[in-house]
């Protein structure tokens, strides 16, 4: 009978080349996160990933940020009364590109805004220029890139008035 023998030094070399190999098996799985927004009312928080997000790159055409407005699987609901400030908040990568509002898919600032912080008064979110009663906001924050002229990136939220 024979037995095969292996040195130990080739048992090792075998050994870490097949947990190299399975940690880039792993790696290759994992998608890179998504920078995140953060919506703060009094005490309340919320804080979401994109709904839509290519890394600085455009996500396309107009059709695109119409659907990732739209969606509302991963879309954040926050309550406020009229009184309160609303914080918002985004992680520089965010803010480096530049951010802007987007309510109820129409946008509401004319420039990108590039800091990672801003505090706005919850009326100026529910007012209607018809009379009409508002009950609850869609609100998109909508990464925009310079260099390319286009939408990166966006984070859905709801904005609920308190009764």
């Given amino acids: ?26 790696l290759s799985a994992c ?15 919320v804080h979401s990933e994109a709904a839509c997000y290519n890394h600085g790159k455009s996500l ?3 059709s695109v940020l119409a659907k990732c407005l739209n969606d509302t699987s991963g879309r954040k609901t926050i309550s406020v009364s009229l009184d ?15 951010w802007t509002f987007y ?10 805004n590039k800091d990672t912080y801003r505090t706005i008064q919850a009326s100026s979110f529910f007012a209607s220029q ?7 906001v869609n609100l998109g924050i909508v ?8 939408v990166t990136g966006v984070w859905n939220f709801e904005l609920k008035k308190k009764s």
């Fill in 31 to 45: 998608d890179r996160p998504t920078p995140i927004a953060t919506v703060t009312v009094g005490t309340d928080s």
């Fill in 1 to 26: 009978m024979t037995v095969a023998f292996i040195s130990a030094r080739a048992r090792r070399t075998g050994v870490a080349l097949g947990a190299v190999s399975a940690g880039l098996l792993v």
């Fill in 143 to 150: 990464e925009t890139s310079e260099k390319e002229k286009a």
């Fill in 130 to 136: 018809t009379g009409e009663l508002i009950k609850s």
């Fill in 60 to 62: 396309g055409e107009q």
């Fill in 84 to 98: 309160d400030r609303i914080h918002f908040g985004v992680d520089p990568a965010i803010a480096d590109n530049g």
């Fill in 103 to 112: 309510i109820d898919g129409q946008r509401v600032e004319p420039e990108p």
